[in-house]
């Protein structure tokens, strides 16, 4: 089996979201896992969690010659203080996400990344505003398209 693709697309991910933000405020970029690890009680900063779901591994060539990868990312977006921040730092996180997607040429362990969508998750909290993105990484491996 070819190898999996997990860990570089959110390592890719949180560089690009830390390299390329240009609006105010910044938020911190974090992987769900560490977050997890060190709690958000208490904070009231902007943060940005990014969380792979499971990769789909399909073999699609006669002897299991070739392997698709297909990832699944949340990029979870939570700020505590007002809409308008919240909506700077959403609309920031969507234009990085889709310079992304746009990227040719790249040393890059993917072929290709598709925004699925975003969902706002904010209706139960007060002064506390969430939305997720979904975005599907995939990859192809040991197959040359000719």
């Excluded at 979201?17 to 900063?45: E, I, R, Y």
């Excluded at 977006?77 to 809409?83: A, P």
């Excluded at 990227?103 to 904010?122: K, M, N, Q, S, V």
Aim: with cysteine.
């Amino acid at each position: 089996m070819s190898d999996l693709i997990i860990y570089d697309v959110v390592a890719d991910l949180k560089t690009q979201l830390d390299c390329q933000w240009t609006a105010c405020p910044v938020p911190t970029v974090n992987f769900f896992w560490d977050a997890k690890s060190t709690g958000l009680a208490g904070s009231k900063q902007e943060i940005i969690l990014i969380q792979p779901l499971q990769e789909k591994i399909v073999s699609f060539q006669l002897h299991g010659d070739a392997w698709k990868h297909e990832l699944p990312v949340k990029i979870d977006v939570r700020t505590y203080k007002t809409l308008a921040i919240h909506n700077t730092v959403v609309k920031e996180t969507g234009r990085i996400l889709k310079n992304i997607l746009r990227r040719a040429g790249a040393t890059i362990p993917f072929i290709d990344a598709h925004l699925r969508g975003y969902e706002a998750l904010d209706e139960d909290y007060r002064n506390f505003f969430r939305g997720v993105f979904t975005i599907v990484y995939r990859d192809v491996t040991g197959f040359t398209f000719t």
